[in-house]
C-alpha cells in the first residue's frame, strides 16, 4: 500500500506569527493562501501546512498521487483502494471517500493514540 507523500497539518492561532517561526528554521511558502488561513511550506524535503481554524488537531496528512515536491505522479494508489485495504484490515475510519467517485476525495482515520491520520487526494 502506498499512502502518498507525508506532511504534517499544524493548527495554528496565528498564521503570520506560525510562519515566521518556521522561516527561521529554514522554511518558504510553497502553496496556500495566508489570508484565507492557509499556508504550505517546505523546508528542504519536509513539508508543513499551517491551518487556521481548518483542522482541530495536528494531523498527519498522506498525500496519494503526489511526490515529494506536490507534483503529480504518472501512477498512483487511488485513496478509494486504500480504504478498501483499511476496511479489510478491520481499520475504523473517521470519514471514508465515495467509492462510486473517482478523482479528489479523503478519507480520516484516528491512531490508537488520537492522532488524527488524513489521506488526502487532490488528483
Do not use: C
Not at 497539518?9 to 496565528?14: E, I, M, P, Q, R
Not at 470519514?95 to 490508537?112: F, H, K, R, Y
Request: glycine letters at 10%; a negative charge.
Amino acid at each position: 500500500m502506498e499512502l502518498g507523500t507525508f506532511s504534517i497539518s499544524l493548527n495554528v492561532k496565528d498564521i503570520a506569527v506560525s510562519q515566521e517561526f518556521y522561516a527561521k528554521l529554514g522554511f518558504e511558502p510553497i502553496g496556500g493562501v495566508a489570508e484565507q488561513g492557509w499556508l504550505i511550506l517546505r523546508g528542504g524535503t519536509t513539508t508543513i501546512g499551517l491551518f487556521v481554524g481548518m483542522i482541530e488537531k495536528n494531523t498527519l496528512t498522506f498525500n496519494p498521487g503526489w511526490d515529494s515536491a506536490a507534483q503529480p505522479l504518472e501512477s498512483f494508489q487511488d485513496v478509494r483502494e486504500i480504504q478498501k485495504h483499511l476496511k479489510s484490515e478491520g481499520v475504523i475510519l473517521d470519514a471514508e471517500a465515495d467509492e462510486n467517485t473517482s478523482g479528489p476525495a479523503s478519507v480520516i482515520l484516528t491512531d490508537p493514540d488520537g492522532n488524527p491520520i488524513l489521506l488526502d487526494q487532490h488528483l
